[in-house]
């Protein structure tokens, strides 16, 4: 696609549910990083694929998190269990490859979901 | 690990004044540097970068020099406008971080006529 797509673009949902994100990265981009974005806490990276390979999963905040990529395209990030620490901003973003980050090419960043949990 | 610390905002100044968001990094090895900017209601964008010492990166009047001796890549424009009202972020890519963009905290930017 053109860009970077998000879905849901906002999600409210209650505390103790599941919740599963979205991710569709631009055409050919191999590498998929979620990252989080909460008030007063920047940016926090979540978990990076190339491929359909995780390298870094060092972010996840607890077992609570999972993501998968299949096919080498979309990603889901799924939340099992919300909490209302949950609730932020979930970033995704894509590149050509892990190794042209490495180097210094730029991400592509979709415009987020904006999750609640109640 | 690598990590990167952007001065404590927010930052709220007249049009036509004068901006500097300080930025400095731990790392190890030669990291690239990144400003990135969130206008209100859009997506995380690349400004400026650099990618070696002694580098200046720049765009939209913005500039920012990787100093590896103080290891800090400030983000200074000499004239501020309304439109520059943002949310700014210092990131890194190499070291440790290898594959992935390491962020600072983020500095609000508010610019008033």
């Known amino acids: 696609g053109a860009g970077v797509s998000q879905s849901p673009s906002n999600k409210v949902t209650e505390k103790g549910k599941d919740v599963e994100l979205r991710c569709d990265p631009i055409s050919g981009h191999t590498a998929l990083y979620w990252y989080r974005q909460s008030l007063g806490q920047g940016l926090e990276f979540l978990i990076y694929f190339q491929g359909n390979s995780a390298p870094d999963k060092s972010g996840l905040p607890s077992d609570r998190f999972s993501a998968e990529r299949t096919g080498g395209s979309v990603s889901t990030l799924t939340i099992q269990r919300t909490q209302q620490e949950d609730s932020a901003v979930y970033l995704c973003?894509?590149?050509?490859?892990?190794?042209?980050?490495?180097?210094?090419?730029?991400?592509?960043f979709g415009s987020g979901t904006q999750l609640s949990v109640l | 690990g690598d990590s990167v610390t952007q001065m404590e905002g927010p930052v709220t100044l007249s049009e036509e004044a004068c901006l500097t968001i300080n930025c400095t990094y731990t790392a190890t090895g030669y990291p690239s540097l990144f400003w990135y900017v969130q206008y209100p209601g859009e997506g995380l964008q690349l400004l400026l970068k650099?990618?070696?010492?002694?580098d200046k990166g720049s765009n939209k009047g913005f500039e920012a020099t990787y100093r590896k001796e103080t290891t800090s890549f400030h983000l200074e424009k000499g004239s501020v406008q309304v439109s520059d009202s943002a949310v700014y972020f210092c990131a890194l890519s190499g070291g440790t971080s290898y594959g992935k963009l390491t962020f600072g905290q983020g500095t609000i930017l508010t610019v008033h006529p």
């Open positions: 650099a990618t070696k010492a002694d």
């Open positions: 973003a894509s590149s050509l490859a892990y190794w042209t980050v490495w180097q210094g090419e730029k991400l592509f």
